[in-house]
């Protein structure tokens, strides 16, 4: 039997409800991004980094995915579609093409705008023989407020005016093995937040591809996403730095 091709999960089932009115009649991976939908740019970084088919799955708004993005030929890729119908969360979906997966896989939502290496995560992840490793980011959260420590008795023993706070964040790309499939039934919701904690809970080891130092555009509200559409005009070639004649 030949193998499989080289394979990603596309989710763009999403209402993209935070990126309201925007996506009140496009679906969240078509919103623009300079000149383009957000799930073109995501495409082209795929096949650049060797991905042959892009599984898509999808649900809100999902006929008019499969009429701007067609066969994939154009990016260079197989596009095969399925639909969701009813929301199966961020893991549930792959039941619906477990025949279509190779041993190792990657894993990623339909509005995921980052300079992320997909083949250095994929190297790493089959390296390591995990069941997933999950991309992170550092994200540096403000306090609106100032903050005070206290002891036992309530004395004040510090003070930090609205002090800031990294968290290291899933970028919403994991790579994962076929194995995740065990962890819930075909046509369950199953969530990223399920498969971690299931996980965690059997000792199975999760691994982490750490971004920091590249780059992320986060479009979950509609200032967000007016800051990302000028960033990433000004550094598109950060993003797909192999195009040519722009």
């Known amino acids: 039997m030949a ?21 009140a009649f496009i679906p969240k991976p078509l919103v623009p ?16 980094h060797g991905i042959q088919r892009v599984i898509v799955s999808i649900g809100h708004l999902g006929h008019l995915i499969e ?4 066969d994939g030929s154009r990016y260079g890729l197989e596009l095969v579609y399925q639909r969701e ?10 039941a619906l093409a477990k025949d279509m997966l190779p041993e190792n ?28 490793t999950v991309a992170t980011f550092v994200r540096e959260v403000r306090s609106e ?19 800031a706070i990294q968290n290291q964040v899933s970028m919403g790309v994991y790579a994962m093995n ?7 039934k075909p046509g369950q919701k199953f969530g990223f937040d399920d498969l971690v904690l299931a996980m965690l809970k059997a000792g199975d080891p999760i691994g982490t591809f750490d971004w920091r130092h590249g780059r992320w555009l986060d479009i979950g509200r509609p200032a967000d996403y007016a800051d990302a559409q000028e960033t990433f005009r000004q550094d598109r070639k950060i993003y797909l730095p192999w195009e040519t004649g722009e």
Do not use: C, W
């Not at 499989?4 to 925007?22: H, W």
């Not at 119908?85 to 792959?94: A, F, K, N, S």
């Open 33 to 48: 991004i300079d000149k383009d939908a957000i799930a073109e740019v995501l495409l082209r970084q795929l096949a650049h």
């Open 145 to 163: 407020f100032g903050v005070l420590e206290t002891d036992a008795s309530g004395q004040v023993t510090a003070f930090r005016e609205k002090p």
């Open 178 to 184: 076929r194995r995740v499939l065990n962890y819930f």
């Open 105 to 132: 896989f990657l894993v990623l939502n339909g509005d995921v705008l980052s300079d992320i290496d997909f083949t250095a995560i994929r190297a790493q992840h089959a390296a390591s023989g995990r069941t997933l």
């Open 3 to 23: 193998p499989l091709p080289v394979t990603a999960v596309m989710l763009a089932g999403g209402v993209g409800s935070r990126l309201y009115p925007y996506t």
């Open 67 to 70: 009429a701007v993005l067609g």
């Open 85 to 94: 119908q009813e929301p199966l969360g961020t893991v549930g979906p792959l």
